[in-house]
């Protein structure tokens, strides 16, 4: 497997990312570097006039992601540094804010990493392949795609249409290790807190999560158990719907669409590690099945995170399942790596259960990353996902396009790494547009109220709606934007997913195909 496929495929706390936000991008194991020293081709993106007193942003030695300058677009005439009640950050003079800086709520949250000129972003994953992430380099690098193209081709996007109302956004990246290298895990959050001070952060791990919400600096990810959503508060944004409704929607799947009470289902899951608090996500899994009269009973298996005895492991599980007559597979992890030995195995054991899942799984409901499985295993697929049916969407390829315009024959335009890096860096740019926008300042609080404004009107590809709503410091706070799901229905005669029940969305499922919302209006004129 690409070098980049293992880091990312192994989180996703995010996109998760999302996951991941880096959520999203440890998902495709990521060796995402920006080039030192360098830039690619293109404009340097002009600094507004008129600017007093720019926040600090302090200096780091992490690689800074390429940059790329904004052409025909006009740069503000007027910043300046915000004074008392902005808590920070810029203020555009010539923005008219329908929501006046008094009005906007103290979230508590820390700003920094703005300047007259740009606006940093940090981002972390395994960027030196740190454990046994090099082992899985040989193989899929279509299916993982180039990170660094990636992050290059979406930068110079959104610096060439317009940047942050004008100010150039700059990634910053910053190496974590991943599992293999814990060590490096919280120093990178250290890093990207207290040395790059970024302004936004995009971390690949939980345990970086944890620290940098903990020090109030505003994250695109996090945990989203029940108890770390209450601890967050208004912070750690990201894609993806939480575990306890999604678990919920999947356990009346399982009922009333899988029929399992007439079956045997078994869970096969990822042990708990810096990726993911598995032990959690099962428990709660476990509690929503149980709510509808299901159970795993003694057919729940942990596997490793070591690819080195990865074969042997699905063997034992595989074995094990059969034996005990599972026919329906529950398969829960950060990223679908465990299922390309789990089908193989099965395949050769001559067991052919159904395979469920849900799209917390980073990646299983693609089709190119889904044609790494056992194809006859996964002919019996079939899970929750947030995709649209090609042609049913005004965005769909949206990332394959912006992409394409900077690399057109690379072949990786529909790779992990593309999709992962487009997901995140156009929502957290469209937040922060909407938060100037809406206030005419951007710091760390408008840029809640800049995701709230984001209701079921912004796509960056083929995606269900997504909303969220941080706009009190009191709450509720929703910083979660999807909320539905639609059934995926793998068809290896094609090698790609169907989808049987569009235009039907669910929050849970329920008798008689109750539960269905047709959401084909909310993007059928999506801009």
């Known amino acids: 497997m690409n070098k980049n496929i293992r880091s990312a495929l192994e989180s996703q706390t995010g996109i998760r990312v999302l996951v991941a936000a880096n959520a999203l991008l440890l998902i495709v194991g990521l060796s995402m570097v920006g080039p030192t020293g360098s830039k690619p081709s293109g404009s340097p993106l002009a600094a507004p006039s008129n600017v007093t007193n720019p926040a600090p942003t302090g200096t780091g030695t992490a690689s800074t992601g390429p940059t790329s300058g904004a052409t025909g677009t006009k740069a503000p005439s007027g910043i300046v540094s915000p004074t008392g009640g902005d808590k920070g950050g810029i203020r555009f003079k010539d923005v008219k804010p329908s929501v006046p800086a008094s009005s906007v709520p103290d979230f508590g949250l820390i700003t920094q990493g703005i300047t007259n000129k740009q606006v940093k972003v940090g981002m972390s994953y395994n960027v030196a392949d740190c454990g046994d992430a090099a082992a899985l380099n040989a193989a899929y690098a279509n299916a993982a795609g180039d990170p ?108 009333y669409q899988l029929k399992s009470a007439e079956h045997k289902p078994c869970l096969i899951r990822i042990e708990k590690g810096a990726a993911g608090d598995f032990d959690t996500s099962e428990k709660i899994l476990k509690q929503q099945m149980t709510k509808q009269g299901l159970s795993f009973g003694d057919r729940i298996y942990v596997f490793k995170d070591d690819v080195s005895t990865a074969q042997q492991q699905s063997d034992d599980i595989v074995t094990s399942a059969q034996s005990k007559g599972c026919d329906q597979v529950f398969f829960m992890a950060g990223n679908p790596i465990g299922l390309i030995f789990m089908t193989d195995a099965a395949f050769q054991h001559g067991w052919m259960p159904t395979w469920t899942f849900t799209s917390r799984t980073y990646g299983i409901d693609d089709d190119t990353i889904s044609s790494l499985m056992n194809k006859a ?71 809640m109220l800049g995701a709230s404004e984001i209701q079921g009107d912004f796509f960056y590809d ?58 084909e209006g909310t993007f059928k004129n999506a801009q």
Request: aromatic share 12%; proline share 6%; glycine share 8%.
């Open 462 to 519: 083929a995606t269900v709606p997504m909303d969220f709503n941080i706009r009190k410091a009191s709450g509720p706070f929703k910083t979660r934007g999807f909320s539905y799901y639609t059934i995926a229905d793998y068809d290896s005669s094609q090698n790609k997913y169907t989808f049987p029940k569009y235009p039907c969305y669910y929050r849970t499922f329920k008798a008689n195909d109750g539960g269905c919302e047709n959401l």
């Open 148 to 255: 660094k193209k990636a992050i290059t081709a979406f930068t110079k996007h959104i610096n060439s249409t317009g940047g942050i109302q004008g100010l150039e956004f700059k990634p910053v990246i910053v190496d974590d290790g991943g599992s293999g290298c814990p060590e490096k895990n919280v120093a990178a959050a250290v890093q990207m807190l207290e040395q790059d001070k970024v302004f936004f952060a995009m971390p690949g791990l939980h345990v970086e999560s944890d620290y940098l919400i903990q020090r109030h600096l505003p994250v695109f990810g996090g945990r989203d158990d029940p108890a770390s959503l209450a601890r967050y508060g208004a912070n750690g944004l990201q894609l993806l719907e939480p575990e306890e409704p999604t678990y919920e929607a999947w356990a009346t799947f399982a009922r």
């Open 377 to 447: 295993e996964w002919n019996n697929a079939i899970g929750l996902s947030y995709r649209v049916p090609s042609g049913k969407h005004p965005k769909e390829g949206n990332c394959k396009k912006i992409y394409e315009k900077y690399y057109p024959n690379d072949g990786l335009s529909t790779s992990a790494a593309v999709n992962i890096v487009c997901a995140q860096f156009l929502t957290g740019t469209e937040m922060m547009r909407r938060a100037i926008k809406l206030t005419g300042t951007l710091n760390a609080n408008t840029l």
